[in-house]
């Protein structure tokens, strides 16, 4: 099966479970951050099996949404060239 790229959206006021969730988003194959809180990952899960190993790292009152990404995206200011051409590549 083929990964799909997901966009994974978080809030925590939680520096801790920020930690968390970042170590998390980096046991996927593939991953890059859009913004402190929101990242893509590859994976072939679903998003429910993706939203419930992340939740782990997060607090009850944190906030978690997982999406499969379309076929067009637009963005500015990405964190430098490698994350910028990572983002042309894979969403």
């Excluded at 083929?2 to 801790?16: G, K």
């Excluded at 991953?31 to 099996?49: E, G, L, V």
Aim: charged share 20%; proline share 3%; glycine share 4%.
């Amino acid at each position: 099966m083929t990964n799909n790229t997901y966009i994974v959206t978080f809030e925590t006021a939680s520096q801790e479970n920020l930690e968390k969730i970042e170590k998390l988003l980096k046991t996927y194959p593939g991953y890059c951050p859009i913004h402190k809180y929101c990242w893509a990952i590859f994976s072939d899960s679903k998003p429910i099996d993706i939203h419930n190993h992340l939740k782990q790292a997060l607090g009850l009152n944190d906030r978690l949404f997982v999406i499969r990404s379309g076929t067009m995206a637009a963005w500015s200011n990405s964190y430098g060239e490698q994350h910028d051409e990572w983002l042309k590549k894979n969403l």
